[in-house]
């Protein structure tokens, strides 16, 4: 039987998860593919790190370099993690020709452009399903599976960590400081936790998947962020008692075209969203991932898995071992190119465009004429009222009022709100969160 040998780099979690896979279910890939995958040379940070799954020593070296020039290494798996060493390690293998399997979504968002030029220019392929939602084959599926669809919106709920947090502050009323405090301790949530709860983890997945699903390079800073910092329990029970859930989405969704002949304009964001209980994605919870794509041939489809941990992204590694060691079996290495730009007047809408139905929250002093004030600043703007809860509270006394506001774009509401925090009667910044149905 045919063999190809991969030279990994990286042999920590996920590295050692995917030597133990290849280790477990080796033979069943070579029975499947008729070509036995063999992991040559492991390059890693310390030869004594401790690691979930151990790898014999003799497979070990701490140069890198030693295993992308190694001549028999075909392959070059790197699961680096971090921008720099990470992208040294893609293009020295892609400047030898060798292909790359990369779950580096961070490297990825920040030099796509120039890695996927490199693919073209040396003719070895770049492969990177596990870089989004972890065991979840949403990059196959998007590539492959719905290669035949123009792709009119996705929703992602793809960080974990944020995911786990939002649950857990809606199953238990808790705070967001006390859950993620807990999640460090258990190692759900990294220290520091930024990346995660910030929403840029969740937008490096959301700006690939919209670029393969719109056929354009979506550039990082044309991204609208919003982590889940502002999210309190507060919002949670109201969401709740409004009939919605909160959940970090990533959202593509295909804008009208504002000219006869201009090309696909997309919502690209990141940012806590109120979605409806009954919704699909409303039941997607802890640290579970889920992306829901909609097709227009194949209508609604939803993917579900774990997004993270050494195991689940192993599989995904696995998938791309599967592919690059069949395509240099058949001499197919541009089977499924790293990615075609093709859709060449795409652009990303300004989220001042994007409209939305809105959940606002406000601290006010509950005394007559307050409400008036507020409603007449929205309708001043355009924007209606759909429904309006306030506790019951004293005369005299700050409560917080809800607000929920029909559709409006960013920029129409975010003028409103500033008008409406600077009345006496507000008492602390307005807490505003999208509403999204999802259908
Ligand atoms: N930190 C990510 C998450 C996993 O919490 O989902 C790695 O992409």
Same mark, same amino acid.
């Given at each position: 039987m045919q063999q190809i040998t991969f030279g990994m780099i990286g042999g920590g979690t996920v590295g050692s998860g995917v030597f133990h896979a290849l280790d477990r279910n080796g033979d069943l890939l070579a029975a499947r593919l008729g070509v036995r995958v063999r992991l040559a040379r492991i390059a890693v940070k310390a030869l004594d790190e401790p690691r979930p799954y151990p790898i014999p020593?003799?497979?070990?070296?701490?140069?890198?370099t030693a295993v992308v020039h190694? +001549?028999?290494?075909q392959v070059v798996i790197e699961l680096?993690?971090?921008t720099s060493i990470a992208r040294k390690v893609v293009l020295a293998a892609l400047e030898l020709g060798k292909p790359v399997i990369t779950a580096n979504k961070a490297l990825l968002s920040a030099h796509g452009g120039e890695l996927f030029a490199a693919t073209r220019k040396h003719g070895a392929n770049l492969y990177y399903?596990?870089?989004?939602?972890?065991?979840? @084959?949403i990059i196959k599926a998007l590539r492959?599976?719905?290669?035949?669809?123009?792709?009119t919106a996705l929703y992602g709920i793809v960080n974990g960590t944020c995911n786990y947090i939002l649950t857990r502050m809606q199953q238990e009323g808790a705070d967001f400081a006390e859950v993620l405090a807990d999640a460090q301790k258990q190692g759900y949530?990294?220290?520091?936790p930024d990346l995660d709860i910030d929403g840029c983890d969740a937008a490096h997945k959301t700006g690939l998947l919209a670029s393969l699903a719109h056929g354009f390079w979506v550039e990082p800073k044309r991204i609208y962020v919003e982590g889940i910092?502002?999210?309190s329990k507060l919002d949670l029970q109201f969401a709740r008692q409004l009939g919605y859930t909160i959940k970090l989405l990533g959202i593509v969704k295909t804008l009208a075209a @504002?000219?006869?002949?201009a090309g696909a304009r997309i919502q690209v964001s990141v940012y806590p969203t109120l979605i409806p209980?009954?919704?699909?994605?409303?039941?997607?919870?802890?640290?579970f991932n889920a992306v829901f794509v909609r097709g227009d041939v194949v209508g609604d489809t939803l993917f579900y898995g774990r997004g993270a941990g050494k195991d689940a992204t192993a599989s995904a590694v696995l998938s791309d071992i599967a592919d690059a060691a069949l395509d240099l079996a058949h001499g197919t290495?541009?089977?499924? +190119?790293?990615?075609? @730009?093709?859709?060449?007047?795409g652009t990303v809408a300004p989220m001042d465009e994007v409209v939305s139905r809105y959940y606002v929250r406000l601290s006010v002093?509950?005394? @007559?004429g307050v409400f008036a004030k507020v409603a007449s600043i929205l309708s001043g703007a355009g924007i209606g009222i759909s429904s309006i809860i306030q506790p019951e509270g004293h005369e005299g006394e700050t409560v917080p009022v809800i607000l929920m506001l029909h559709d409006a774009p960013n920029a129409a509401l975010q003028k409103a709100l500033a008008k409406i925090a600077k009345l +006496?009667?507000?008492?602390a910044p307005p807490v505003m969160i999208r509403v999204e149905s999802c259908v």
């Amino acid at each position: 039987m045919q063999q190809i040998t991969f030279g990994m780099i990286g042999g920590g979690t996920v590295g050692s998860g995917v030597f133990h896979a290849l280790d477990r279910n080796g033979d069943l890939l070579a029975a499947r593919l008729g070509v036995r995958v063999r992991l040559a040379r492991i390059a890693v940070k310390a030869l004594d790190e401790p690691r979930p799954y151990p790898i014999p020593a003799a497979l070990l070296t701490t140069d890198w370099t030693a295993v992308v020039h190694d +001549p028999q290494v075909q392959v070059v798996i790197e699961l680096v993690g971090g921008t720099s060493i990470a992208r040294k390690v893609v293009l020295a293998a892609l400047e030898l020709g060798k292909p790359v399997i990369t779950a580096n979504k961070a490297l990825l968002s920040a030099h796509g452009g120039e890695l996927f030029a490199a693919t073209r220019k040396h003719g070895a392929n770049l492969y990177y399903e596990a870089s989004v939602a972890g065991g979840i @084959p949403i990059i196959k599926a998007l590539r492959e599976g719905f290669v035949g669809n123009r792709i009119t919106a996705l929703y992602g709920i793809v960080n974990g960590t944020c995911n786990y947090i939002l649950t857990r502050m809606q199953q238990e009323g808790a705070d967001f400081a006390e859950v993620l405090a807990d999640a460090q301790k258990q190692g759900y949530a990294e220290t520091p936790p930024d990346l995660d709860i910030d929403g840029c983890d969740a937008a490096h997945k959301t700006g690939l998947l919209a670029s393969l699903a719109h056929g354009f390079w979506v550039e990082p800073k044309r991204i609208y962020v919003e982590g889940i910092r502002h999210v309190s329990k507060l919002d949670l029970q109201f969401a709740r008692q409004l009939g919605y859930t909160i959940k970090l989405l990533g959202i593509v969704k295909t804008l009208a075209a @504002p000219k006869a002949k201009a090309g696909a304009r997309i919502q690209v964001s990141v940012y806590p969203t109120l979605i409806p209980k009954a919704h699909v994605l409303a039941s997607v919870n802890g640290i579970f991932n889920a992306v829901f794509v909609r097709g227009d041939v194949v209508g609604d489809t939803l993917f579900y898995g774990r997004g993270a941990g050494k195991d689940a992204t192993a599989s995904a590694v696995l998938s791309d071992i599967a592919d690059a060691a069949l395509d240099l079996a058949h001499g197919t290495h541009g089977r499924v +190119p790293a990615f075609v @730009p093709h859709e060449r007047r795409g652009t990303v809408a300004p989220m001042d465009e994007v409209v939305s139905r809105y959940y606002v929250r406000l601290s006010v002093v509950d005394r @007559p004429g307050v409400f008036a004030k507020v409603a007449s600043i929205l309708s001043g703007a355009g924007i209606g009222i759909s429904s309006i809860i306030q506790p019951e509270g004293h005369e005299g006394e700050t409560v917080p009022v809800i607000l929920m506001l029909h559709d409006a774009p960013n920029a129409a509401l975010q003028k409103a709100l500033a008008k409406i925090a600077k009345l +006496p009667a507000v008492k602390a910044p307005p807490v505003m969160i999208r509403v999204e149905s999802c259908v």
